[in-house]
Structures are given as structure tokens and as C-alpha cells.
């Protein structure tokens, strides 16, 4: 995909580390106080450019998975304190466990149930018995609407300007698509256009949660200060 191959180096400009603030805040007391004992030690899978990890570093020993080398460039950049590894969060195994595991906006490119689920059941392999995972989907079937966005962000040497615009063409479906489209001024004044369509994966409430309990977890439904449901998931102490 152009936005995380391409475009990967101007992801601090499209989306930073302070636009995540507020919402790392969030989910980083969810899972602290979910977990007993608290959780020390949290894999981050599909971590993209690093900017939940930014913040959470803080309170947790980070492992931070994605599948593009270009965004996981940037992410080292930022956090140098955290692991990194590059693998597929459908399919990589670490052989080892953590206290609680994260899963935020990579969910909205699994498309297809099987490839939801694959990612569920990566999160019980890594999820300690007792420990907490959180899934945080951009949207859900239930609470979904079209929308339009648009931004941009001026530095010293470059300049960006975008517009995103989101549609459901066939509501029957498990799927919306995603248009992006960015203007990019260089420092020399040079402007380039750049356009991608990604089809994101929507699914409703209970397929979320049967899936969840498919794999091992006990999930529960939270709502974050976006009014939109996360979803709180917990290994029980028993091995599966």
C-alpha cells in the first residue's frame, strides 16, 4: 500500500505521536487496571509508525510487530526503547507470551473473517493465561457512517495537505472503502498528488464477539471517549 510503503516518511506529518495522545492515555488505564497483576510486558501488533507505542512505552515493556519495513523504520525512530519485529500478525509467533496484547488500526485491513480471526487467535497465543488483550476497531457494522475528512500539516522544509473519504458501497458486505488522496510540496516547492483506495474490513457486534470467544478469549464491550466499542478481552487462567 502507498500510505505505508510510499508515504511511510511522511507519516509524523500525517498522522503524529500527539494526535494518539489522548487515546493511548485511554486504553493504556484500561489495560493497566484490567489486568492482576497489572501488566508489565505488552505486544503491540500491527504498530505502524509507532505513535500508540510513543505513548504506552511509558508503563509497559513494548514489542512492536508490523508487516511493513518502511513504517517499522519509522517507529524505530521514535522508539528506541521498544522491540521491534517484523512479521505477518495473521501468522508470526515470537514463542513467548505477554501480560496483554494490543491490536489497534491495522484491524481495519483484515477484510475477511478468516483473516479477523487469525489475528485473534495470534493475540490468545501471546496472551499470558490471565492476562488482558484489548481490540480497538476503527468501526463496527452497528455504529458506521459514511464520512469525509481532511487536514494538512506545514513544516520547516515540507508541506502536506490530504483529504480521506470514507463509503459503503454495498452494505450487505463485510466491507467499506477508504479513499485517500494527499498533496505533497517538497522543499523545493515541487507538489505532487497521491491517491489510494484501501477497502477496510466492517463487521458487526456479535461477530466480534463470537469470534473472540471462538479463539479462547472472555470478551466484554467497552466504550472508549469516542463513543465507539472496543473490545476487552481476557485468557483464562486455564491453558487452552
Not at 32 to 41: A, E, K, M
Not at 86 to 104: C, E, N, P, Q, Y
Request: glycine share 6%.
Amino acid at each position: 500500500m502507498k500510505l505505508f510503503d510510499e508515504l511511510a516518511e511522511w507519516w509524523p506529518s500525517i498522522a503524529g505521536p500527539d494526535e494518539y495522545r489522548d487515546e493511548a492515555v485511554f486504553f493504556g488505564r484500561l489495560l493497566r487496571q484490567s489486568g492482576t497483576p497489572r501488566p508489565r510486558t505488552l505486544l503491540d501488533l500491527g504498530s505502524g509508525s509507532g505513535n500508540n507505542a510513543f505513548h504506552l512505552k511509558a508503563h509497559f515493556a513494548m514489542t512492536c510487530v508490523d508487516l511493513s519495513p518502511h513504517m517499522q523504520a519509522v517507529s524505530r525512530h521514535v522508539n528506541p526503547e521498544c522491540a521491534h519485529v517484523l512479521g505477518d500478525i495473521r501468522s508470526v509467533r515470537l514463542g513467548k507470551t505477554f501480560d496483554a496484547v494490543f491490536v489497534h488500526d491495522v484491524l481495519a485491513h483484515m477484510t475477511t473473517a478468516s483473516d479477523l480471526k487469525a489475528v485473534m487467535k495470534t493475540a490468545f497465543i501471546h496472551c499470558r493465561p490471565g492476562g488482558v488483550a484489548l481490540f480497538v476497531p476503527d468501526e463496527i457494522r452497528e455504529t458506521f457512517e459514511p464520512s469525509t475528512d481532511h487536514g494538512g500539516y506545514d513544516t520547516e522544509k515540507r508541506s502536506l495537505r490530504y483529504v480521506q473519504w470514507v463509503t459503503d458501497p454495498d452494505p450487505k458486505d463485510t466491507t467499506i472503502l477508504v479513499d485517500f488522496g494527499f498533496l505533497l510540496k517538497d522543499s523545493r516547492g515541487r507538489v505532487r498528488m497521491v491517491h489510494e483506495r484501501q477497502k477496510h474490513g466492517l463487521f458487526p457486534r456479535a461477530e466480534w464477539l463470537r469470534m473472540l470467544r471462538s479463539v479462547g478469549f472472555t470478551p466484554s464491550v467497552v466504550s472508549d471517549k469516542k463513543i465507539r466499542d472496543v473490545f476487552l478481552c481476557r485468557r483464562p487462567r486455564s491453558q487452552r
